[in-house]
């Protein structure tokens, strides 16, 4: 018994035989944007439609035991970013459309698994749309719903037992046409990607909370934000008005803080230039 799980959409099955679907899968080609061990992602085309497609073989016993020493919960597969997609439709936080999935295996460390997503075109990282900001600021709007939209899409999947343990601006990808209509913050088709990591829970330990806020922190340090734009961060996150939010979490942000810079001394080698938050 192979133990076997496998889901295609419809149009798939024309390209894919679901029968013999793993091996189909491992003898696709296309470009590949990332490649680990045991691990590949690669964009390919089908049916006149791009697609992703993230392979898994297996993480083997080594890494299975490494995070059970630190007790953390092994990934083993696709199909924790499978369920973890689910989980944040079932949220209202849009991501990646799923067109199939599979895994096969009972041995744990040697466990295959795929997980193809239709490729999100026309979309621009946030990473990118606000690269320039500090030299040329976007309108107050703009700001203003991205913001918020950012910190609703955090304070979700915190309250609701996720963290998605890299999340920076870069897992962002929006859709920059539906800026020019958006009037509210959820007008903003704002995907957030790359959920392969993610844990979900009943309820999100305090110390996952804080790396997620903090490595968000630090991907945004360098794109211009000032004093009021961090405190509508963190009033769309909390729900609250400024002083009261402030008065209850002020430890909590400024842990995020040193989180977060101490990140970017790590990687820059350098101290980042932030504004006085309180």
Not at 40 to 65: A, C, D, M, P, S
Request: aromatic letters at 10%; a positive charge; hydrophobic letters at 40%.
């Amino acid at each position: 018994m192979s133990n076997e799980t496998v889901f295609l959409k419809p149009e798939l099955n024309t390209e894919i035989n679901e029968e013999e679907c793993f091996e189909d899968i491992l003898s696709l080609r296309g470009k590949v944007y990332r490649e680990l061990e045991g691990r590949q992602t690669q964009r390919i085309e089908l049916n006149g439609k791009n697609y992703f497609i993230k392979v898994h073989r297996g993480v083997g016993w080594r890494e299975i035991f490494k995070n059970l020493f630190y007790f953390r919960k092994p990934i083993l597969g696709a199909g924790n970013e499978f369920h973890a997609i689910r989980r944040a439709e079932e949220l209202g936080i849009e991501s990646m459309e799923v067109a199939g999935f599979g895994e096969r295996g009972w041995n744990p460390a040697k466990r295959e698994s795929f997980l193809i997503t239709e490729a999100l075109e026309d979309t621009i990282s946030l990473e990118d749309y606000c690269k320039d900001w500090s030299e040329n600021p976007p309108s107050f709007r703009i700001k203003r719903l991205l913001i918020e939209r950012v910190a609703e899409v955090a304070r979700l999947l915190h309250e609701n037992g996720m963290n998605h343990r890299d999340f920076y601006l870069c897992h962002f990808l929006l859709d920059p046409r539906s800026i020019e209509s958006a009037k509210q913050p959820d007008d903003l088709r704002l995907h957030i990607i790359d959920l392969h990591r993610a844990h979900i829970r009943k309820k999100t330990p305090i110390r996952w909370v804080i790396k997620d806020v903090a490595g968000l922190y630090f991907s945004a340090m360098d794109i211009g934000l000032t004093r009021g734009d961090l405190l509508r961060f963190m009033k769309a996150y909390r729900q609250q008005p400024a002083r009261e939010m402030l008065n209850q979490h002020a430890r909590f942000w400024r842990t995020v803080t040193r989180r977060g810079v101490a990140v970017y001394q790590k990687i820059w080698k350098k101290m980042p230039c932030l504004p006085r938050t309180w």
